[in-house]
């Protein structure tokens, strides 16, 4: 049971490439998002998705897109990238609980754009 | 849009004093409340959460407080230790009228813990 997976762990594009990370889950949750993180910003929501073949916009959304083809995978693409988009980006899982509700993360990737 | 505010950005305490961290929402919709400890280079892990029909919630030396009236929701830690210095961060999530939720994280807090 890996949790959440995310691909690649680090990845260094020039300004203008396109890429796409993955997000993998073994846990057959509905929920999936993606945030950024960036210093003195905290986590913050780029796209999400409630379920196989949904997806939704979050607070930051401009310049990626996603696809949730399959209920275990969801990707996060960058079209062209700029180095606004140099983050750590978490992938992050959903299960809701009548008790708790909890968020499990992918370990994180680190994005460079030059 | 939906906003969560946390404070203070920095938080230097001395081993086995208090720890008080704030944050506000302004979604009147959030129920539920879940707070992240992340050390360095690691991923974010859940702590602690409290739920909207609740108070207060206390696990050993972590507590959560809510006030919903107020939209205000802060983390205690007492007796603090070295191994606690790390970022938090606090969130307020909702349920989406599609059935689906959605999480907005505060800024984070860096907590250090002088030995």
């Known amino acids: 049971n890996a949790g959440v997976t995310q691909t690649p762990k680090f990845r260094v594009l020039k300004t203008g490439q396109s890429m796409t990370l993955l997000c993998a889950q073994d846990?057959?949750?509905?929920?999936m998002y993606w945030y950024r993180q960036d210093p003195g910003m905290g986590l913050r929501l780029i796209h999400y998705?409630?379920?196989?073949?949904?997806?939704a916009k979050g607070e930051v959304p401009d310049g990626y897109n996603v696809s949730r083809l399959k209920k275990q995978n969801f990707l996060l693409g960058l079209e062209s990238a700029a180095p606004s988009q140099t983050s750590v980006y978490f992938c992050?899982?959903?299960?809701?609980?009548?008790?708790?509700?909890?968020?499990?993360f992918g370990q994180g990737t680190r994005l460079t754009v030059v | 849009g939906e906003n969560v505010e946390q404070h203070p950005s920095t938080l230097s305490v001395q081993e086995g004093d208090s720890a008080v961290i704030k944050c506000t929402y302004s979604?009147?919709?959030?129920?539920?409340f879940p707070w992240y400890k992340q050390e360095l280079g690691k991923r974010p892990q859940l702590i602690i959460d409290?739920?909207?029909?609740?108070g207060e919630k206390k696990d050993q030396r972590i507590a959560v407080t809510l006030n919903k009236t107020a939209k205000h929701f802060s983390l205690h830690i007492t007796e603090t230790q070295p191994e606690d210095s790390a970022v938090y961060f606090c969130?307020?999530?909702?349920?989406?009228?599609?059935?689906?939720?959605?999480?907005?994280f505060g800024a984070g807090t860096r907590l250090f813990v002088k030995a």
């Open positions: 992050a899982t959903l299960r809701p609980g009548r008790m708790n509700t909890e968020a499990f």
């Open positions: 846990m057959n949750h509905e929920y």
């Open positions: 998705s409630v379920g196989e073949g949904t997806t």
């Open positions: 979604d009147s919709a959030s129920n539920y």
């Open positions: 409290i739920r909207s029909n609740v």
């Open positions: 969130a307020a999530s909702m349920t989406l009228n599609t059935g689906g939720f959605k999480t907005i």
